[in-house]
């Protein structure tokens, strides 16, 4: 860690990261449940979600291009500011419809935060360190989530919807006085190879993985809260839960990735996650036990964060050092993608059938997955190069 802070840029990327991410992970759960209790459905809830999704995604497509047009910078801080500055029109109204619209807009400055983000650490770190850099910026980002998530619902809980509001426009636009201090980078031009489409064996195991586990997060982020909403807190603890042992379960899976090799644990992490869920859906039964919860978040959040890993150094060794760009993009419109779909569909079930169905539903999900990646082989093309270009 003390080599990243050495690095140049990297301790104020770090800064942006955490403040960017916390900003969002403050509205995340807080915006569902903020819709739910001014009338509307399970289903118009989960939606904020959805379209926020979205339009994340939408924006990811175009978000290099934007890149070599304004350079890090200019992208980081207008995307800031879309994510930050329309949470003030929550004040304003949590109605269904124009929460939707101020979701949808938040979601385009999120889609060139996450790409661009990612795409900065990059830039910045030495090929050797390349590694490090990535885990320390996923440090500094789910820390932010940690602390965001328990006290955007628990101050949302205890009648302080304004002030959580207010937080969710104000530190994302902190943010934007760490991109004015970042050194000076543009992506390098993309080269003609870099234009050429993964092929589907390559993509359509991890991508799938990746959907099935960010879609069950999308309802467990959007509907927990609501599942045990007279205990707002308890679940926003779960969800910190959730974040911390994420970034455990991408640290452990780097680990056995380096030590017996890329693909193996992908089942295994898998059906951890689908096992999470179905302790999830235990809790809500039996009226949000807090052990239960606890143990689900542990569950989901380790194994949900070792698919994440597994997905993303297969997708990288599959794509040679040519396509390591179209390989990154398609593990985040994957995961940001899957959340949206995961949101609304599971808000459709809870809406039918109930929040314990959620869960349920959303474990089966996975554990669809499961055999396919016991039986999938990763395509070994060219030998994955230690840099990852924007």
């Not at 301790?11 to 915006?31: D, K, T, Y």
């Amino acid at each position: 860690m003390l080599s990243m802070l050495r690095t140049r840029g990297m301790p104020v990327a770090m800064i942006m990261g955490f403040a960017a991410f916390g900003g969002w992970s403050l509205l995340l759960p807080v915006v569902p449940l903020a819709i739910f209790q001014a009338g509307g459905s399970d289903v118009l809830a989960g939606a904020s979600t959805s379209i926020f999704m979205a339009t994340t995604v939408a924006t990811q497509l175009v978000t290099p291009r934007l890149l070599r047009a304004w350079g890090y910078r200019a992208v980081l801080a207008v995307g800031c500011v879309l994510l930050g500055a329309p949470a003030l029109a929550f004040l304003l109204s949590t109605a269904a419809v124009p929460a939707l619209v101020i979701s949808a807009v938040r979601g385009v400055g999120f889609g060139m935060l996450s790409v661009a983000g990612s795409a900065l650490v990059a830039e910045l770190a030495p090929r050797k360190l390349l590694g490090r850099a990535t885990g320390a910026q996923g440090i500094a980002i789910a820390t932010g989530q940690m602390i965001a998530l328990p006290v955007g619902l628990a101050l949302f809980g205890r009648g302080h919807q304004s002030l959580v509001f207010v937080l969710g426009a104000v530190v994302p636009l902190l943010a934007v006085a760490a991109v004015a201090a970042l050194p000076t980078v543009r992506p390098a031009a993309r080269s003609d190879a870099r234009r050429e489409p993964l092929p589907l064996r390559a993509v359509l195991v991890p991508c799938l993985a990746m959907v099935a586990v960010a879609s069950v997060y999308g309802g467990v982020s959007s509907l927990l809260p609501i599942a045990v909403e007279d205990r707002a807190a308890i679940a926003g603890v779960a969800l910190a839960f959730v974040s911390g042992a994420m970034l455990v379960g991408r640290y452990g899976a780097g680990i056995l990735v380096d030590r017996i090799g890329v693909g193996r644990i992908m089942a295994p992490a898998l059906a951890c996650v689908a096992v999470g869920a179905a302790v999830y859906a235990a809790a809500v039964a039996g009226d949000g036990h807090v052990t239960l919860l606890l143990l689900g978040s542990a569950l989901f959040g380790a194994g949900f964060g070792a698919v994440q890993n597994e997905a993303l150094v297969t997708l990288f060794q599959s794509a040679g050092p040519v396509r390591l760009g179209a390989a990154s993009a398609a593990w985040n419109i994957s995961y940001d993608a899957g959340t949206g779909i995961g949101a609304l569909a599971l808000g459709v079930v809870a809406g039918a059938a109930g929040y314990p169905a959620v869960f349920v539903v959303g474990a089966a999900a996975i554990a669809v997955v499961v055999p396919l990646a016991l039986a999938w082989r990763i395509p070994v093309a060219v030998p994955r190069a230690d840099r990852v270009e924007s």
